[in-house]
């Protein structure tokens, strides 16, 4: 009895210890009216980095976060809504009007791409130098937490909604197209989308939901993923510069795959993310 109180202690001991070695810490980057928190978290064993930076893409954090905590490494995540929601986009007022942005286009050297990935959501202002500096600023903040990685592996999810018909007023109706998915990448009735024309190779394994797949910058990882069978697309050589982090990251020599997987699948994303780092065979 002794002795089984003895294995009993050590066993949640070390599991404490386990959970104490996970660290949290914190940054604030203010725009306008909003704080935006730059969360980080890590935990001491293999060098993992991963990026999350939409806020309502939770079943992608989870699926870190457990990553995490198993190998070790560190994940930045973005917070920054407070009215109980998780939203993908960020806002905030400046001088009476409101702007909004996807916190995955600000990551650009060409000021014009930059501004051009900032909306007014409300209000007569306009993305003004000072609109777009505020955001830069961000982006730097985010930046200067990455650069130092020869790895970044970001984490994401999809709706993956088929196209289907929508109805504004009693006469006025439009075409809501499909949404986001690995077909995004495929030249659709001879007309190229910038998700195509920044494709080099792609990989589709047809078993597999369209939702799930990874985008990478290196050839060695998707020949790697190809012999595992997974869908998978290469960015080229010369993308098109929307201000997404791929692009920005293979700019500065450093490896970058994208995890995609549908919202609300955790294991599915987990399961993702144990094949990418399984040894290749």
């Known amino acids: 009895m002794y002795r089984l109180l003895v294995i009993s202690f050590l066993f949640f001991s070390v599991q404490k210890l386990s959970a104490q070695l996970i660290s949290t810490s914190v940054k604030s980057v203010f725009l306008g009216d909003k704080k935006v928190t730059i969360k980080i978290i890590s935990k001491q064993g293999q060098n993992l980095v991963f990026a999350h930076v939409h806020e309502n893409e939770s079943a992608s954090l989870a699926a870190g976060i457990a990553i995490i905590e198993k190998y070790g490494g560190k994940l930045l995540t973005l917070e920054h809504s407070t009215d109980g929601t998780k939203n993908r986009n960020i806002t905030f007022n400046l001088h009476g009007t409101t702007y909004q942005f996807d916190p995955n286009r600000i990551y650009t050297h060409n000021d014009a791409v930059l501004s051009n990935s900032i909306k007014v959501a409300r209000g007569k202002g306009a993305v003004t130098a000072e609109v777009s500096n505020i955001v830069k600023n961000l982006s730097t903040q985010i930046w200067d937490e990455l650069k130092s990685s020869t790895q970044i592996i970001a984490l994401h999810n999809n709706k993956n909604l088929p196209a289907s018909y929508k109805t504004k007023w009693i006469f006025w109706k439009h075409i809501e197209p499909e949404s986001y998915s690995i077909k995004s990448y ?15 190779d792609i990989y589709i394994n047809p078993e597999i939901n369209n939702s799930e797949f990874f985008i990478v910058t290196k050839k060695i990882d998707f020949d790697l993923l190809v012999k595992k069978r997974y869908t998978v697309v ?23 795959i994208n995890s995609e997987a549908k919202m609300g699948r955790v294991d599915t994303q987990l399961g993702m993310l144990e094949l990418l780092l399984a040894d290749g065979e």
């Open 234 to 256: 290469l960015q080229n050589a010369h993308p098109v510069d929307d201000g997404s982090m791929s692009v920005y990251a293979a700019s500065a020599g450093i490896r970058y």
């Open 186 to 200: 495929i030249k659709s009735h001879d007309q190229s989308s910038d998700s195509n024309k920044s494709c080099s």
